[in-house]
Structure formats: structure tokens, C-alpha cells
């Protein structure tokens, strides 16, 4: 058993004329999947860019907006998961503080509520 803490802000996220946000790389598996915590500090933004692959983005901590290509921003918050489509626009953001973690890879299949 290993404890790795995964909210080290590794590297501050430049690209797209983001603010304030930092990734740290968790994992990756075999092929192109890959997964990311993402630190957005207050006022931050990871700006507009289109997703690459099938991106999901769990929010763990704190409260923030996402958009996309409409610009209109929805709110999240810890416990809300959003998924954005290969080529989909999307911004992401929060005045306080947003802990994400973002799990990316080609036919990313996402499970919808089931009843138990």
C-alpha cells in the first residue's frame, strides 16, 4: 500500500490564457488514458480549448463553473461530474478555490445512476 497525496500543484497550466490552475499527472493506463488532479485557486480559469479525447471531470473539492462553447456558466460543485466530448469546447473556473480530477482517454464510456 502506497498514500499519495494528489493536490501537489505541480505544474502550473499556462496554456489556452489559463489563471491560477495547476495539474498534477496521478496516473495513466495502458493506451492514452490519463488522470489529472486539478487545482483552480480563486479567480482562476483553465481557459476555452476543445477536449482532445472524452474528458471527465470529477469535482472533489470546493465550487466553480464550468462552460461550453454557448460561454454560459453552470455551476459545480464537490460531488458533481461533467463530461465533455472529443472536440468540445469548454471552460472551467471558480472565484474560491476548485479541486477537479480529470480522467481523459478515447471511447471513455461513463456510467448514467443506476437503481439498486
Known sequence: MRLLPI??????IARHA?????????AAG???YHLTCLSIGAGGTIGTHPAPVE???LVIGGEGWISGPDG?????????AVLWSIGEEHTSGTDTH???????????TVFEHEDY
Open 18 to 26: 489559463s489563471t491560477g490552475a495547476h495539474a498534477t499527472r496521478l
Open 7 to 12: 493536490d501537489r500543484a505541480e505544474h502550473l
Open 55 to 57: 474528458q471527465l471531470f
Open 98 to 108: 476548485l479541486t477537479a480530477l480529470a480522467l481523459e482517454g478515447p471511447g471513455l
Open 72 to 80: 454560459v456558466r453552470v455551476p459545480v460543485s464537490a460531488g458533481t
Open 30 to 32: 495502458v493506451g492514452s
